[in-house]
């Protein structure tokens, strides 16, 4: 005889839908983009993944969280780039939902790293995202 867990398969629902509302933030980020930087962004990708990897998470110092990863080319550094695989953007939802307190929180820490990725996109590096304010 099998037993159904409803505790088990509430967690999953829960988690399922917390999952979804996290991805539907990055998207309303992307959506929220000036038209005239939106229509800059080439050959990239934006994926959610729950937590960094152990590599993503490599050379930061103690006590530094990472919210988001920018994986590829610059904007700025591809000259003769062709058929090259897209380059990614990770917004990693496990620590922006630890670091933040509620949903409002979260919502603007998405937008701010949404955006801090993408200017590495366009070859600014973390100096010059600094000074952005992002």
Not at 4 to 28: P, W
Not at 53 to 71: H, I, K, M, P, V
Not at 107 to 119: D, F, G, M
Request: charged content about 30%; some cysteine; glycine content about 8%.
């Amino acid at each position: 005889m099998v037993q159904f867990d409803k505790r088990s398969s509430s967690r999953r629902t829960l988690e399922r839908v917390r999952k979804l509302r996290f991805e539907r933030l990055v998207s309303e980020a992307l959506r929220g983009l000036p038209p005239h930087i939106a229509a800059t962004l080439r050959n990239v990708d934006v994926v959610v993944e729950d937590e960094p990897s152990a590599r993503q998470l490599a050379g930061l110092d103690e006590g530094e969280t990472l919210f988001g990863y920018y994986e590829g080319v610059p904007q700025t550094e591809r000259a003769g780039y062709n058929f090259a695989l897209p380059d990614k953007i990770t917004i990693f939802r496990g620590p922006l939902e630890r670091e933040c307190d509620g949903d409002a929180e979260i919502a603007r820490e998405v937008q701010i790293t949404v955006l801090h990725e993408i200017a590495h996109h366009f070859g600014f590096d973390e100096d010059q995202v600094a000074d952005l304010g992002l």
